[in-house]
Nanobody, 116 residues
Framework: QVQLEESGGGLVQAGGSLRLSCAAS????????MAWYRQAPGKQRELVAA???????NVANSVKGRFTLSRDKAKNTMYLQMNSLKPEDTAVYYC??????????WGQGTQVTVSS
């Protein structure tokens, strides 16, 4: 089992910044990918960014240049630095990872609200 705990969400004005954290514990995969997804009201959940154990990242075009993904392997923690936030970034942000057997795990989600 893997447990994921997100933090860092909140309310911010457009143009502002937030940093989300996702701390993983339990049977974490040795070569795991960690990812952030988001889901806005009435929309499907979408991939925001993903990072490999080697630090390689993949960032959605909609946030490229504004969001930066990083991880601290020693702390099993992933970070999403979100700058120049827009109202359309408003969503619940979820952390996701996989164990060595390919089972996926989700965090409980953290709300990000960007006011115009």
């Amino acid at each position: 089992q893997v447990q994921l705990e997100e933090s860092g969400g909140g309310l911010v004005q457009a143009g502002g910044s937030l940093r989300l954290s996702c701390a993983a514990s339990g049977s974490i995969g040795s070569a795991n990918v960690m990812a952030w997804y988001r889901q806005a009201p009435g929309k499907q959940r979408e991939l925001v960014a993903a990072i490999t154990s080697g630090g390689g990242t993949n960032v959605a075009n909609s946030v490229k240049g504004r969001f930066t993904l990083s991880r601290d392997k020693a702390k099993n923690t992933m970070y999403l630095q979100m700058n120049s936030l827009k109202p359309e970034d408003t969503a619940v942000y979820y952390c996701k990872t996989w164990d060595d057997f390919g089972s996926a795990y989700w965090g409980q989600g953290t709300q990000v609200t960007v006011s115009s």
